[in-house]
Each structure stands twice: as structure tokens, then as C-alpha cells.
């Protein structure tokens, strides 16, 4: 990891800090295989962004869109294009800022969520007293704020009681403009419509929110995240197909709880249908958008690479799939290299399988690690050379763009002044606080003491 200040985050300014921070370390361009970056205008647009501009001296260092950012950003997508989500996005949003504009406000949320679980608990309507303590405040959703609207929507789900509380008391004792919007806001949720979004929506966000958690982990890899993808798909697609009939009992449940008139089904058919072709609709935008997170190119390359899968005695290998693989990368083999290339790959596929050595490996690193502990790597190099291009290839930005997160906490007022490499080092500590917490606090003391002089000798830390 290396941390370089920037003038400007043009794409040219981008650039050439690149190029100079490879001069330093003596390493080359024309070596990259991957990119990727957040998506933001200046580092994937067609023509003039800094992607564009990589690819134009080495047309190899193929661009990945982090997943978990545009996966985050599907929400946002279906948000703007379904106007039912829209509405009901826009309400979310007023009751968490409504509900958290004061302290005291939000202090009495909690106590009063707090309060129905002991009403709850003496009645014996819950089993025990796990979760009084709970998380109960309502996180604001942000666009790009991974888990965020999930979150949010289950807290709304599970407090509802004590939101219509406190927007209630909002209506009695607040000011003018508080009390019209609270009034808005417990008429809509206390509609049919909102509920069914509501619980629509916590589905979709569930299926979506696994793999956006997954997908900030650090050393993900592609055929882990192509496999999670294809999972998401097909149970987005089964709620589609066949999750209504569960969605509309689960509604008919809540409204009935909470006393919020349900549809009449026979009165109100062509509202019933509209809702529920509107949630088909939801599902598409998202199967849609999440099927244009990846070019053309990429996505051969992604779904490529994913043959070298180790798991299930190498149940998705394909030969041919992977002789194609080799043409993305012309650079890393030659043609006589690619001629030979579908040979070696059936050989290697008879051996791996017939190796007890090879039974149970699950990913690409450990696959990796295993060749090269057998010395199939030299067996196989073509092969080889294969595995370590789908481990370079990047597919999530996530521990990157944690970095800008941490400077604002390591880069504070006090230390405004602080130097590219003392930044590099601190920030350096702090992202990879997991590896430096194993290391043992006395060395370094002594290293810090023995550098100069010192009146008296530092204290250990305990």
C-alpha cells in the first residue's frame, strides 16, 4: 500500500503520480494486468479517464468496476427508475432525519423500543430477554454506504411501533414544519403500498447485502465473486418467479399487527396487480443493472478465468474456454505458447484429478500454494501462469477506498501539516492494525529509544 499526495485528481495529475511512484520502486506499466477503481468520471470514462489512459500504453491491464461499489449503487439505480421505490426512498429518508434531528429525540426512540420489549417480555409474547440492548437507532442509508439501506429498513421493520411513536409526539408538540411532515410521514407508512415496498425491498436488500459484506473482505478473488454473483442472480430471479404469494402473506401479516388497512382483493385487483408488477419490476432493474456492471470483454474474462475453479474436483473446468483466456493476454503468451497451451491444459486436468493432494482445495490461493508446493507449477507453467493472472486481477476497491476513509481520522487538524511518507506510515498502521497488533511492542520501543540519546529510558506498555 502506498499513499501519494496529488495537486489535482485529473486524470492526467493520476497518471503521472503513477508513473512516478513506479519509477521509484523500479517497476513498469507494461507489467500491469488489472485495474480498478470506484467508477467515479474521472477514473473510468471512455476516452479521457485514467483507465483509458493505462490502456492505452499496455491494452492489458483490462479495468474492473469494484463490485461492491456498483453493487451498492443498484439500489440507487432502482431508486430513480421505479417510482414507487423512489417515493418510498424518500419518505425512508425523512423519518431517520426526522427521528435523529434531535438527541433527545433519538434518546427517546431507543427508550421507548427499549420499554415495548419489556412490555413484550412480561407478557410472554417473546421468550426471552436477548436483544433489549440492541442496536435501536435508525443509520441514515447512504448511496454509497455498503449495508446501509438494508440496515435501516430492518430497524424501521422492527421499531415500527415506537417510529409512529415518536413522529406521533412530533405532530403534538413540534414546530409548524415538523409537525406537517410527521403528519406526511405516519400517513404514508400506514398505507398498504408502504408496507408492501418496505418488506419488498428488506428481501431484495438481504439477497444483495451477503454479497456486498462478502465483497469487502480482503483477498477476494474472481471465482469467489462470479460464484457469489451467479447465487445472487438466481435467488433474485426465484423471488421474481415464485416469492409473491410468501411476500403477500408476510404483508397481510404486518398490516394486520399494526392495524394498517389491507387491500381489498377483490375491490382493488388492478391496484393488487399494479403493486405486484411493480415489484417484478424492481427485481428486473436489479438483475438488469447488475448484468451492465461488466463489459462484454470483462465478463468473458471474468466467467474464463472462473474454469480454473479447483472445487469439486475441478467440476468447471473447460479446456477451450481457457485456451481463449490466453488471447486476452497476447503479452504473457507468445503464439507458439498458445498453440501448446490446449495440450497442457487436458494433461494438467487428468493429473490435478488424479492427485490425492489436490482433493478438498477450495480456492484459487490455496491451489496456487499447493502446485507450487507438488512443483506442478513447473509441471504446468502455462497453467500456473493462468492461476496467477485471475488472483492478480482485481474485483473490489473496498480495503482502497477504506484508505480515504482513514485519512480523515489520521489526517486531523493537529497534524494538517504531516509529510507524504509519515502519512504513508501511519496510515500504513492503522488500515493494517490486524498484522501490527501481533507484533510485539518492545522492539519497537527499543528501536525508538536507541535512535538517539534519551534522558531517561521509555516505560514498557502494558
Given at each position: ?60 491491464t ?6 461492491a461499489?456498483?453493487l ?6 432502482v ?16 423519518i ?7 438527541c ?71 414546530d409548524r ?26 428481501r ?178 502455462l ?80
Amino acid at each position: 500500500m502506498a499513499v501519494v499526495h496529488v495537486a489535482t485528481t485529473t486524470a492526467a495529475c493520476l497518471k503521472e503520480a503513477i508513473d512516478s511512484l513506479f519509477a521509484k520502486y523500479g517497476l513498469s506499466v507494461a507489467r500491469l494486468r488489472g485495474q480498478g477503481y470506484d467508477g467515479a468520471s474521472n477514473m473510468s470514462v471512455e476516452f479521457n479517464g485514467l483507465k483509458s489512459l493505462i490502456m492505452k500504453e499496455n491494452p492489458y491491464t483490462l479495468y474492473v468496476h469494484c463490485f461492491a461499489h456498483q453493487l451498492q449503487l443498484v439500489v440507487v439505480t432502482v431508486a430513480q427508475e421505479n417510482q414507487y421505490v423512489c417515493d418510498f426512498m424518500w419518505i425512508v429518508g425523512s423519518i431517520v432525519n426526522i427521528s435523529a434531528s434531535s438527541c433527545k429525540r433519538a434518546d427517546k426512540l431507543r427508550q421507548l423500543e427499549h420499554d415495548r420489549k419489556v412490555k413484550l417480555l412480561e407478557r410472554g409474547e417473546i421468550s426471552s430477554g436477548r436483544g433489549l440492548n440492541q442496536e435501536t437507532s435508525l443509520a441514515r442509508p447512504g448511496d454509497t454506504q455498503r449495508g446501509s439501506h438494508h440496515s435501516t429498513l430492518c430497524h424501521i421493520e422492527q421499531m415500527w411501533p415506537s417510529v409512529i411513536e415518536v413522529l406521533q409526539n412530533l405532530i403534538d408538540d413540534g414546530d409548524r414544519s415538523s409537525k406537517g411532515l410527521s403528519r406526511t410521514l405516519v400517513e404514508r407508512m400506514e398505507r398498504y403500498e408502504f408496507v408492501f415496498i418496505l418488506l419488498l425491498m428488506k428481501r431484495i436488500l438481504a439477497i444483495t447485502n451477503h454479497l456486498s459484506t462478502v465483497l469487502q473482505e480482503k483477498d477476494q478473488n474472481i471465482v469467489n465473486v462470479m460464484r457469489l454473483i451467479n447465487n445472487v442472480k438466481y435467488k433474485l430471479q426465484k423471488l421474481r418467479d415464485s416469492g409473491w404469494d410468501i411476500l403477500l402473506e408476510d404483508v397481510k401479516k404486518f398490516c394486520n399487527t399494526h392495524s394498517i388497512e389491507i387491500i381489498n382483493m377483490t375491490d382493488n385487483i388492478n391496484s393488487r396487480s399494479r403493486l405486484k408488477r411493480d415489484g417484478k419490476n424492481v427485481i428486473e432493474i436489479i438483475l438488469q443493472e447488475m448484468d451492465s456492471c461488466f463489459s462484454e470483454t470483462t465478463t468473458d474474462l471474468l466467467i474464463y478465468m472462473s474454469c480454473l475453479d479447483p472445487r469439486n474436483s475441478f467440476s468447471r473446468f473447460d479446456v477451450q474456454k481457457l485456451v481463449r483466456l490466453t488471447h486476452f493476454y497476447e503479452d504473457d503468451f507468445s503464439w507458439n505458447e498458445r498453440m501448446l497451451v490446449e495440450q497442457e491444459l487436458e494433461t494438467y486436468i487428468d493429473d490435478v484429478r488424479s492427485d490425492e493432494r489436490f482433493e478438498g482445495i477450495s480456492d484459487l490461493g490455496a491451489l496456487a500454494k499447493k502446485m507450487i508446493e507438488t512443483m506442478k507449477n513447473r509441471m504446468f507453467p502455462l497453467v500456473y501462469r493462468m492461476i496467477e493472472l485471475a488472483l492478480l486481477l482485481p474485483v473490489a476497491t473496498a480495503t482502497v477506498e477504506r484508505v480515504f476513509s482513514a485519512m480523515n481520522i489520521v489526517k486531523t487538524d493537529l497534524r494538517n501539516r504531516i509529510g507524504d511518507e509519515w502519512m504513508n506510515d501511519s496510515l500504513a498502521v492503522y488500515i493494517e492494525k490486524d498484522v501490527f497488533n501481533t507484533v510485539d511492542n518492545e522492539p519497537i520501543l527499543q528501536r525508538f529509544h536507541n535512535m538517539e540519546s534519551r534522558r531517561m529510558q521509555l516505560s514498557r506498555i502494558r
